[in-house]
């Protein structure tokens, strides 16, 4: 039988006992059958007739295809803001254009193809959409159950970077693989197998849960993501599920529906903070987070990322003004923590406690504040608080990629170098990828004698950010490490320069003069956790979230 999308002006014929499927946009519900496709008067007409006229309809046919192909991948003209509802292929073009936004990668992520069609078909059930979700959502959840996949940390970056649906898919199909997921890979993945049983869900971002006592997304960096379905059609209200953690839909306290452009900002953001951390790509990472602000404004997530590539790249009025839009647009647990950061450039260890407290006022489960605790802990050499707030981070998010290298400044503390080498060897082992951790890494095996390791360690640094960085990157490593620590071979001491500091900075505050103050943990903003410091330099007055920081500071963040 022959049928025909009205969708995208495609015909193709289907056969088979189950429902057909336009082979373009995967929809069930915009076919209409042709009636007299095949049929027996074609039969009875002459041999060269029927040659010919089979010809004009095949070339018609290839025509309306290659047409209806073009038509689905170009632009069309949109004007104001994108809707929340399934864009077709042409309008994300169109928004994408509209905001400056060139890339031919983007709109596969609503590719419903392959092995998300398949999955869709199999396992969205039912005669609502409510139904078809819930079976689906059930299918994925099953999957977790399998090992299919895990949860990865939100405060670390991920080699590979962020995944399209159809590259997902095919990772459930596998018992016992133990793919490391975000959540924003596997909600999306829902939210486009949905669209192919024509569900009109959207993606969502879960702000907070019911009862739940650490923020869903703890780094700040990447958000929490659900699916979302109108609970009437055509309606703007929506059921939030979750099928990254299998949460109900009424314990999502908080959230916000993000059109597809808004989705394709969260997927531009994920590919700035590997970008930067994973990769060392500064230039690569502002230019991604940049688009990812043009696509969602409203995102903390996007402008925290933001603020903290432009602190690297040395715009330190910008990178404020960005910090405090995203404090602006939500004061959650996670921009308290970075308002805290702040404060504690600026010497003011009041506000920086006053926000940390805040954090965990609602959140006394928030890892990545204890740990913040734990550096100020350290940097005023009070071990025993030190060492409670670590644990209370360890116990919080025991895969909190801040803990091996927290505890090595405490066995530092303690003066045992041995043990603090070795912790620093766990650093290296679960987060190679990461040129922050490898630097911190370094300066703690420079303090426990292990200079050949330093050296590797300072080399395989340098080797990983892009040749533009290198120079900068070569005098932060011979301020950090000594000046033989790119050489190789030196003497069986490295002396670092008069006055240098950990890559943490906490443990050697200065006392505030309106010169210069630094912040470690400041790198975690952004795709780790130690190895970087907030740098503030110069003076003045200025108002708003900031607590007070004038335009005339330049926000560095340091590796």
């Given at each position: 039988?022959?049928?025909?999308c009205?969708?995208?002006?495609k015909?193709?014929?289907?056969?088979g006992?189950?429902?057909?499927?336009?082979?373009?946009?995967?929809?069930?519900?915009?076919?209409?059958?042709?009636?007299?496709?095949?049929?027996?008067?074609?039969?009875?007409?002459?041999?060269?007739?029927?040659?010919?006229?089979?010809?004009?309809?095949?070339?018609?046919?290839?025509?309306?295809?290659a047409?209806?192909?073009?038509?689905r991948?170009?632009p069309?003209?949109?004007?104001?803001?994108?809707e929340?509802?399934p864009?077709?292929?042409?309008?994300?073009?169109?928004?994408?254009?509209?905001?400056?936004?060139?890339?031919?990668?983007?709109?596969?992520?609503?590719?419903?193809?392959?092995a998300?069609?398949?999955?869709?078909?199999?396992?969205?059930?039912?005669?609502?959409?409510?139904?078809?979700?819930?079976?689906?959502?059930?299918?994925?959840?099953?999957?977790?159950?399998?090992?299919a996949?895990?949860?990865?940390?939100?405060?670390?970056?991920?080699e590979?970077?962020?995944?399209?649906?159809?590259?997902?898919?095919?990772?459930?199909?596998?018992?016992?693989?133990?793919?490391?997921?975000?959540?924003?890979?596997?909600?999306?993945?829902?939210v486009?197998?949905?669209?192919?049983?024509?569900?009109?869900?959207?993606?969502?971002?879960?702000?907070?849960?019911?009862?739940?006592?650490?923020?869903?997304?703890?780094s700040?960096?990447?958000?929490?993501?659900?699916?979302?379905?109108?609970?009437?059609?055509?309606?703007?209200?929506?059921?939030?599920?979750?099928?990254?953690?299998?949460?109900?839909?009424?314990?999502?306290?908080?959230?916000?529906?993000?059109?597809?452009?808004?989705?394709?900002?969260?997927?531009?953001?994920?590919?700035?903070?590997?970008?930067?951390?994973?990769?060392?790509?500064?230039?690569?990472?502002?230019?991604?987070s940049?688009?990812?602000?043009?696509?969602?404004?409203?995102?903390?997530?996007?402008?925290?990322?933001?603020?903290?590539?432009?602190?690297?790249?040395?715009?330190?009025?910008?990178?404020?003004?960005?910090?405090?839009?995203?404090?602006?647009?939500?004061?959650?647990?996670?921009?308290?923590?970075?308002?805290?950061?702040?404060?504690?450039?600026?010497?003011?260890?009041?506000?920086?406690?006053?926000?940390i407290?805040?954090?965990?006022?609602?959140?006394?489960d928030?890892?990545?504040?204890?740990?913040?605790?734990?550096?100020?802990?350290?940097?005023?050499?009070?071990?025993?608080?030190?060492?409670?707030?670590?644990?209370?981070?360890?116990?919080?998010?025991?895969?909190?990629?801040?803990?091996?290298?927290?505890?090595?400044?405490?066995?530092?503390?303690?003066?045992?170098?041995?043990l603090?080498?070795?912790?620093?060897?766990?650093?290296?082992?679960?987060?190679?990828h990461?040129?922050?951790?490898?630097?911190?890494?370094?300066?703690?095996?420079?303090?426990?004698?292990r200079?050949?390791?330093?050296?590797?360690?300072?080399?395989?640094?340098l080797?990983?950010?892009p040749?533009?960085?290198?120079?900068?990157?070569?005098?932060?490593?011979?301020?950090?490490?000594?000046?033989?620590?790119?050489?190789?071979?030196?003497?069986?001491?490295?002396?670092?320069?008069?006055?240098?500091?950990?890559?943490?900075?906490?443990?050697?505050?200065p006392?505030?003069?309106?010169?210069?103050?630094?912040?470690?943990?400041?790198?975690?903003?952004?795709g780790?956790?130690?190895?970087?410091?907030?740098r503030?330099?110069?003076?003045?007055?200025?108002?708003?979230?900031?607590?007070?920081?004038?335009?005339?500071?330049?926000?560095?963040?340091?590796?």
């Open positions: 039988m022959k049928y025909l009205v969708q995208c002006d015909s193709f014929v289907h056969d006992p189950d429902r057909p499927r336009c082979p373009s946009c995967m929809r069930v519900s915009s076919l209409e059958e042709m009636k007299g496709a095949g049929g027996t008067q074609a039969s009875k007409r002459p041999p060269q007739r029927t040659l010919f006229v089979g010809g004009l309809v095949l070339a018609a046919v290839a025509f309306a295809g047409y209806a192909l073009w038509f991948n170009a069309e003209a949109v004007n104001g803001e994108p929340k509802r864009l077709r292929s042409g309008e994300v073009l169109g928004f994408l254009a509209k905001e400056g936004v060139s890339d031919a990668t983007l709109p596969t992520f609503f590719d419903a193809s392959g998300t069609s398949d999955f869709a078909s199999d396992h969205a059930k039912g005669d609502s959409s409510a139904s078809k979700t819930k079976s689906l959502v059930a299918a994925i959840r099953a999957r977790a159950s399998k090992q996949f895990v949860p990865w940390s939100p405060s670390t970056p991920r590979p970077a962020v995944r399209a649906p159809s590259a997902v898919f095919p990772l459930l199909a596998k018992d016992g693989g133990r793919a490391h997921l975000f959540p924003l890979e596997v909600a999306l993945a829902a486009v197998a949905l669209r192919a049983e024509d569900v009109p869900a959207m993606l969502a971002e879960v702000i907070r849960f019911e009862a739940e006592t650490a923020p869903p997304d703890p700040g960096k990447f958000g929490y993501y659900g699916v979302a379905v109108p609970t009437k059609p055509g309606g703007d209200e929506y059921d939030i599920f979750d099928p990254y953690a299998g949460r109900e839909p009424k314990s999502v306290a908080e959230s916000r529906v993000l059109t597809d452009i808004q989705a394709l900002g969260a997927v531009l953001n994920h590919r700035a903070v590997h970008a930067y951390a994973v990769e060392g790509k500064t230039s690569e990472a502002l230019a991604l940049e688009k990812a602000v043009a696509l969602d404004p409203l995102s903390p997530n996007a402008r925290g990322v933001h603020a903290s590539v432009l602190s690297f790249s040395g715009g330190g009025p910008e990178a404020l003004r960005e910090f405090e839009a995203a404090s602006s647009i939500r004061l959650d647990p996670p921009r308290q923590l970075f308002l805290a950061q702040i404060a504690l450039a600026r010497q003011d260890l009041d506000g920086a406690n006053k926000h407290a805040e954090a965990l006022r609602d959140h006394p928030f890892g990545e504040a204890h740990a913040l605790l734990a550096q100020i802990r350290l940097a005023g050499r009070d071990s025993s608080g030190a060492k409670s707030e670590i644990e209370a981070a360890e116990a919080a998010d025991s895969d909190l990629p801040s803990l091996p290298l927290l505890w090595a400044d405490y066995h530092m503390l303690q003066g045992d170098m041995e603090a080498a070795k912790f620093a060897d766990k650093a290296l082992a679960t987060a190679r990461n040129w922050q951790v490898r630097l911190k890494a370094a300066w703690v095996l420079r303090a426990a004698g200079y050949d390791e330093m050296r590797v360690e300072a080399k395989r640094v080797d990983a950010v040749a533009a960085q290198r120079d900068v990157m070569k005098q932060t490593i011979e301020q950090l490490l000594g000046p033989t620590a790119l050489e190789d071979s030196g003497p069986s001491e490295v002396a670092a320069p008069s006055g240098a500091e950990s890559p943490e900075g906490v443990a050697a505050l006392e505030a003069n309106g010169e210069e103050f630094k912040l470690g943990q400041g790198s975690s903003l952004l780790g956790d130690t190895g970087g410091g907030l503030l330099q110069g003076g003045g007055s200025g108002s708003g979230a900031t607590g007070g920081l004038g335009d005339d500071f330049q926000l560095k963040l340091e590796p």
